[in-house]
């Protein structure tokens, strides 16, 4: 099995800590603090008490039949991450690394979004416990996703809109990793996904680790077997670290990460990081990146503000070069389409990141008749995603 708790800060050739001096000792603090709290029963106990009453798991495993049989599949279980707290994943490892701040002292959190859907979950965490909270955002994802901008000043937390216009989620975490150097004595930095410097892909791979462990289990005692196939969408990376942690030791069981092909990678206009990038440095960490030849950060586009990113976490690039995982991308429009489908089959409306999992279920299922179970993470809800949707012919 390939571990998610690394002692070197590398899986493989991949992570590393590729950051100013001024950060060094500031992520050496909080390596130390994560390894010394993560192993404290109590920790852990209030970790999963708070999961429990505050962010509503465990999440139920849910079997589409409508949905399964207008794509082929006899089984076709959805994780729904999307019934949590805040309508979505990410306010696992929101818990998780709060309660960290407060063991370290740290009064004020900063965070990067790109969906919106890490902000609120920070903003909520952070209201909870009564913490300062700032969350920068991209200028394109703070008006396209305004919906949960309002719900995160709504939570109390300051949201700051990062410049130039078409600014996204790469611009969002440059900003916050500035505010973190400049304030990093008093500041804690919560970053929403397995990206970044070590220890942030380890940390965030640990607390989301919780939605595998369900849905192993949930899935054995629904069906008596472990799933065929895993299936999840990728950004940076949190959701299917999530879901694919409790399987990465079982050889019979295909994983597939799913990026955002936009509209095709033919026209550059994509996100796919695995597939169509490189090797290279960002933010901090070593891994597959959307590069162009000179070694400079290529542009994105994807419908999904939530995998509208150019890197990848360090994991999924070490399980892409040794085979675990199988990499497959999916258009603006199947994504869309999925999106619908599962709206009006299953009166569950996925946001456009789960949608673009969703969507390859179909592809899937067309080209492995003998797997009868398939698991998707449907890491969100899709209240966010409505007016991208209506206006989709305007994008």
């Known amino acids: ?24 000792q500031a992520l050496k603090e909080l390596e130390n603090q994560f390894n010394r709290w993560y192993k404290e029963k109590k920790f852990r106990e209030e970790f999963h008490q708070h999961l429990k ?5 465990p999440t139920p495993l849910y079997e589409a039949t409508r949905l399964a049989r207008k794509y082929g599949i006899k089984h076709l279980l959805l994780k729904r991450e999307d019934l949590c707290h805040t309508g979505a994943h990410k306010i696992n490892n929101c818990i998780g690394q709060v309660l960290l701040a407060q063991k370290m002292n740290k009064k004020r959190i900063v965070a990067e979004t790109g969906a ?4 609120v979950a920070v903003a909520s965490v952070c209201a909870k416990f009564g913490l300062e909270c700032v969350i920068y955002m991209g200028k394109n994802d703070y008006q396209r996703q305004n919906q949960n901008v309002q719900r995160m000043h709504l939570l109390g937390a300051k949201v700051v809109a990062v410049h130039p216009e078409e600014a996204t989620l790469k611009e969002a975490i440059n900003e916050a990793i500035r505010d973190w150097v400049t304030n990093v004595d008093d500041t804690f930095y919560l970053l929403g996904s397995v990206v970044g410097p070590h220890p942030y892909p380890m940390m965030v791979s640990y607390f989301q680790s919780v939605i595998g462990m369900e849905a192993r289990r949930q899935a054995k005692l629904r069906t008596g077997k472990n799933p065929d196939a895993v299936i999840a969408c990728v950004g940076g990376g949190s959701n299917s670290i999530g879901i694919f942690s409790a399987f990465l030791n079982l050889k019979n069981v295909r994983l597939y990460a799913v990026e955002a092909g ?3 990678h033919n026209t550059g206009e994509h996100a796919a990081s695995l597939l169509s990038g490189s090797p290279g440095i960002l933010h901090g960490s070593y891994s597959y990146l959307l590069q162009d030849k000179y070694g400079q950060v290529a542009s994105t586009h994807s419908i999904s503000a939530g995998l509208d990113y150019p890197g990848v976490g360090p994991l999924l690039s070490h ?3 040794t085979k675990r995982i199988e990499c ?7 994504a869309l389409q ?8 299953e009166g569950i409306i996925p946001a456009l990141e789960p949608a673009h999992a969703l969507a390859f279920v179909k592809t899937f299922a067309g080209s492995n008749k003998n ?17 991208i949707v209506t206006n989709y012919k305007n994008i």
């Open 1 to 24: 099995m390939t571990s998610i708790i690394t002692r070197t800060g590398k899986y493989g050739k991949y992570g590393g800590q590729f950051v100013p001096e001024t950060l060094i």
């Open 53 to 57: 009453e505050f962010a509503g798991r």
């Open 116 to 119: 919106g859907q890490h902000g």
């Open 262 to 264: 936009g509209r095709g």
């Open 319 to 321: 399980l892409k070069d």
């Open 328 to 334: 497959v991308s999916v258009s603006d429009r199947e």
């Open 338 to 345: 999925a999106f619908h489908d599962t709206s009006t089959l």
């Open 371 to 387: 797997y009868s179970t398939i698991l998707v993470n449907l890491s969100g809800r899709g209240d966010k995603d409505i007016d």
